[in-house]
């Protein structure tokens, strides 16, 4: 197994790991690397004036940090700008590689550090959430005692991955993807600055587009496929990055998909057509294409949410339980892996019968609504457990549903001015189809006809 890696006090020259691998043939991403707080790229929530995060940084305040979010938004930064603003040393540990045994080093040498010369040390330990339940035991006395200034990230849910008695210890900060404009200035800052590419090529609007489509929020992925450009164009004799340049260096078409213009809702537009009309192939393909393209996966499972009700309904009605699922599952886990839970739901949705029902029905109730058709609540239905309501007629001839021989009764639910209306009109198709036959039978029982 590996051990851990460390640094010197930051700044200090011929630093480790983060704060001495910034040198010429160093990764564009590690030389690029914010050294502040105000470098780092989005974060907004993290960063006000007060909030705990520079509360931690600006003020020294010894206390260790859990950091959640997608892979590039900043984790292993956050840990490299506070052990430099610190000014306290800097051990990284991989959950990868280390052992309980090089947890135990790092956190003993950190004490020992602490003891003989006064110099605080910011432990990183990156994808906690690999670690064991031992192996995050083994966290603890150097968190309790404050050895170490923990910093510990995870792209898993932490609630889930990291065992409470560390939880309890630590402050826990959620990330969340860049922005395209966050990234966009990642890109443009590393072109020109001196630690990156100090102006060495020049990016096209188009090609610089490609770019952060391709990111997916991940600043990281940006650099990188920003140098690979570069080196790209520099090889073909150029010192100009256009779209075919960067096609070529990161072997990824660009997929033509403005999400704020025609593409973005044409394609989501198809999407949708081609589930309600039961493609499973051609809703991939558009599924396929939105994810290439960096559509926020958010916005893809709501769509499947609306369409579980608006074009399945109760024809099947675990379609909406599926759709909110694959919702819930990619905010739990973000891309690449949240693509299969979408295209789960995609594929089952498009082959699920198909109802227009639920949003016929509730159209129609709004409509009557809108028309002024609202009438009074009947008295048996009103409320009936404050003093004097019965001397008005509330609830006195209401009749409890349960006291039928089926659990139904004839009664009179509707206001008056929509006494015969009839919202739900179920289909024949799917599941729906034994709905619609238990319906008839209680609308026969509930209005005594």
């Known amino acids: ?13 011929g630093a480790g790991t983060l704060a001495g691998n ?58 490299s700008i506070l052990s430099r603003q610190t000014q306290r040393g800097f051990v990284e540990v991989s959950a990868v590689t280390a052992g309980v045994k090089e947890v135990r080093a790092a956190i003993d040498a950190a004490r020992r550090r602490l003891a003989t010369t006064g110099e605080e040390t ?60 966050d990234v966009r200035g990642v890109i443009e800052r590393a072109v020109t600055d001196p630690r990156g590419l100090d102006g060495r090529v020049t990016l096209d609007d188009e090609a610089l587009a490609h770019l952060v489509r391709l990111a997916g929020g991940d600043a990281r992925r940006a650099l990188t496929y920003l140098e690979a450009a570069a080196g790209a164009a520099e090889s073909l004799g150029t010192d100009h990055v256009d779209v075919p340049t960067a096609e070529r260096a990161v072997d ?35 599924l396929a294409r939105m994810v290439e393209a960096g559509e926020d996966p958010r916005f893809i499972a709501r769509r499947l949410v609306i369409l579980a009700s608006e074009d399945i309904g109760l024809a099947d009605p675990t379609a909406l339980t599926t759709a909110v699922a694959a919702a819930q599952a990619v905010q739990l886990i973000g891309l690449p ?13 498009a082959v699920a019968p198909k109802s227009n029902a639920v949003i016929a029905a509730i159209d129609a109730a709004q409509a009557d609504v809108r028309a002024g058709k609202v009438g009074t609540v009947p008295a048996h239905l009103r ?47 799917g599941a729906e189809a034994a709905v619609k036959q238990r319906w008839e039978k209680l609308r026969r029982i509930v209005r005594g006809r």
């Open 1 to 13: 197994m590996g051990g851990p890696s460390t640094s010197a006090g930051a700044g200090a020259p």
């Open 22 to 79: 910034q040198h010429g043939s160093a990764p564009l991403a590690v030389r690029m690397r914010p050294e502040t707080l105000e470098e780092l790229a989005g974060q907004q929530q993290l960063l006000a004036p007060g909030s705990p995060l520079r509360r931690l940084v600006e003020g020294d305040q010894p206390m260790s940090l859990l950091l959640w979010g997608p892979p590039g938004t900043g984790k292993t930064t956050i840990a």
């Open 122 to 181: 910011v432990l990183f330990v990156d994808e906690v959430h690999r670690f064991t339940k031992a192996q995050q035991d083994a966290l603890l006395p150097g968190v309790e005692n404050r050895w170490v200034t923990l910093v510990a990230a995870t792209t898993e849910n932490p609630f889930f991955s990291v065992i409470s008695p560390l939880l309890s210890r630590s402050l826990l900060l959620t990330l969340t993807s860049l922005t395209d404009d």
């Open 252 to 286: 990824r078409a660009a997929v033509r998909y403005d999400r704020q213009g025609d593409q973005h809702y044409d394609v989501t537009s198809a999407f949708i057509k081609s589930i309600r009309g039961s493609d499973a192939d051609a809703a991939l393909h558009y």
């Open 337 to 349: 892996e949240g693509r299969l839970s979408l295209a789960q739901a995609v594929i089952a949705l």
């Open 383 to 429: 409320d009936g457990h404050y003093p004097g309501s019965k001397d008005l007629g509330h609830g006195t001839s209401y009749r409890y549903a349960h006291d039928g021989e089926f659990g139904v009764v004839e009664q009179d639910y509707a206001p008056d001015v929509v006494a015969d209306a009839v919202y739900y009109r179920p289909t024949s198709l």
